[in-house]
């Protein structure tokens, strides 16, 4: 009908798709399979990425938790993204349909085999699930892990998602934070065995204007308390963990008197010494 509804809104925040995905996957994995066992050149040296491109074949093209392989073609996003290779490269006449087609060439096959390279040194299975592998831990009050790691669906910018999250050390939504090393290009991190989430969608809020009143769901992605032990320290957190979803949000008196947990009266008297 040429208009969106209220769950269509979400289904494009939350659907992790990958944007990079749509544009090359098809022609990256038909040039891998072509390469075979053939060694790829990689800073001297022949990497084999037949293993590479048989996990690469099982991903579904989103970053959801269920997504095998998913962090393998992020670190080829990452090496693509210093050096594209496009048949088409972007061009300012034509911006929704620029840049296209990935240029196959030798220079691909390096990027790829370095995202082989990457997850190998993390210590990661190439076709591991992204739950597996990314995450968010908070930290202890000393700062130290808390060894807790809860998993996590979402994109990065630069395999081209929408609903981002990266890792960011001196983020300061939740303190303390801690961090882990990362390797070189990268936020993969071979001390954390993945990627550690430290920043990204937080208020996330889609609204549809009806008739009878603004209807609408959000989420906190970090929850509403960074007090540990609340009951809401990981509420939304974990809501957002187990399938990534929004909550209802209140808006008529009757709804947010149904919905009431607590009631707070503030007078604003004047102070007595």
Same mark, same amino acid.
């Given at each position: 009908?040429?208009?969106?509804? %209220?769950?269509? !809104?979400?289904?494009?925040?939350?659907?992790?798709?990958?944007?990079?995905?749509?544009?090359?996957?098809?022609?990256?994995?038909? $040039?891998?399979?072509?390469?075979?066992?053939?060694?790829?050149?990689?800073?001297?040296?022949?990497?084999?990425?037949?293993?590479?491109?048989?996990?690469?074949?099982?991903?579904?093209?989103?970053?959801?938790?269920?997504? !095998?392989?998913?962090?393998? #073609?992020?670190? #080829?996003? #990452?090496? #693509?993204?210093?050096?594209?290779?496009?048949?088409?490269?972007?061009?300012? +006449?034509?911006?929704?349909?620029?840049?296209? =087609?990935?240029?196959?060439?030798?220079?691909?096959?390096?990027?790829?085999?370095?995202?082989?390279?990457?997850?190998? $040194?993390?210590?990661?299975?190439?076709?591991?699930?992204?739950?597996? @592998?990314?995450? @968010?831990?908070? /930290? %202890?009050?000393?700062?130290?892990? /808390?060894? &807790?790691?809860?998993?996590?669906?979402? $994109?990065?910018?630069?395999?081209?998602?929408?609903? @981002?999250?990266?890792?960011? /050390?001196?983020?300061?939504?939740?303190?303390?934070?801690?961090?882990?090393?990362?390797?070189?290009?990268?936020?993969?991190?071979?001390?954390?065995?993945?990627?550690?989430?430290?920043?990204?969608?937080?208020?996330?809020?889609?609204?549809?204007? =009806?008739?009878?009143?603004? !209807?609408?769901?959000? %989420?906190?992605?970090?929850?509403?308390?960074? @007090?540990?032990?609340?009951?809401?320290?990981?509420?939304?957190?974990?809501?957002?963990? +187990?399938?990534?979803?929004?909550?209802? %949000?209140?808006?008529?008196? /009757?709804?947010?008197?149904?919905?009431?947990?607590?009631?707070?009266? &503030?007078?604003?008297?004047?102070?007595?010494?």
């Amino acid at each position: 009908d040429g208009l969106f509804n %209220l769950t269509e !809104v979400e289904d494009a925040l939350l659907g992790n798709h990958s944007y990079l995905a749509i544009a090359v996957l098809d022609d990256l994995l038909a $040039a891998c399979q072509s390469q075979g066992t053939t060694p790829v050149v990689l800073s001297g040296a022949n990497v084999d990425i037949s293993a590479g491109c048989a996990a690469l074949a099982l991903w579904d093209g989103r970053m959801n938790k269920d997504s !095998v392989a998913a962090h393998l #073609f992020r670190e #080829f996003a #990452f090496a #693509f993204n210093r050096v594209p290779q496009w048949v088409n490269p972007f061009d300012p +006449e034509q911006p929704a349909t620029t840049p296209n =087609t990935l240029d196959a060439n030798a220079t691909t096959m390096a990027q790829f085999a370095q995202a082989i390279a990457n997850v190998q $040194a993390a210590g990661l299975a190439l076709d591991a699930p992204l739950g597996d @592998v990314q995450f @968010v831990e908070r /930290s %202890l009050p000393n700062g130290q892990a /808390s060894g &807790v790691k809860i998993p996590w669906a979402g $994109a990065h910018n630069v395999e081209g998602g929408f609903n @981002v999250f990266s890792n960011r /050390s001196n983020n300061g939504t939740l303190l303390p934070r801690h961090s882990y090393s990362t390797l070189d290009g990268t936020m993969l991190s071979a001390d954390a065995e993945g990627y550690h989430i430290t920043y990204g969608s937080s208020w996330m809020m889609v609204v549809n204007f =009806t008739a009878d009143g603004p !209807v609408a769901k959000g %989420l906190l992605s970090y929850s509403q308390s960074d @007090v540990a032990g609340s009951d809401h320290y990981l509420d939304q957190t974990m809501l957002y963990s +187990e399938q990534p979803q929004l909550r209802p %949000l209140r808006f008529t008196e /009757s709804d947010i008197e149904a919905n009431k947990i607590l009631e707070l009266n &503030v007078s604003n008297a004047p102070a007595t010494e």
